[in-house]
């Protein structure tokens, strides 16, 4: 019950969203910031989702920037948070290096 209200509220509010952007931003980076145990998993499929677009500077920031303040899955012992922040940094830094640059000085404590 409490997994397919959570799915059903996240789906609501995307719908409701309507393509606004800053809507947008706040529906990635409140399923970023999540306290649950998947949350980087969720987090690497919103990478994929189709609002996601590693050019647009404020998407960036709402997931990745979001993920790397969850402490709990970013700081994980298995090490995956980290190496998904780096992979993801390594891409931005391609297409937006000042985004990369100013979130990757937002995770000092690696």
Known sequence: ???????????????EAEGDSLVLDKWFAVQADADLPDVL?????????????????????????TFSANAAPFHDESGKGYKFIGDMLEKL?????????????????W
């Open 93 to 109: 830094d391609k297409v937006n290096s000042k985004v990369a640059a100013r979130t990757n000085a937002s995770c000092p404590f």
């Open 1 to 15: 019950e409490g997994e397919s209200a959570r799915e059903e509220a996240i789906r609501k509010f995307y719908d």
């Open 41 to 65: 998993e969720r987090v690497e499929k919103l990478v994929n989702h189709p609002d996601f677009n590693l050019t647009t500077p404020n998407r960036c920031r709402a997931l990745i920037l």
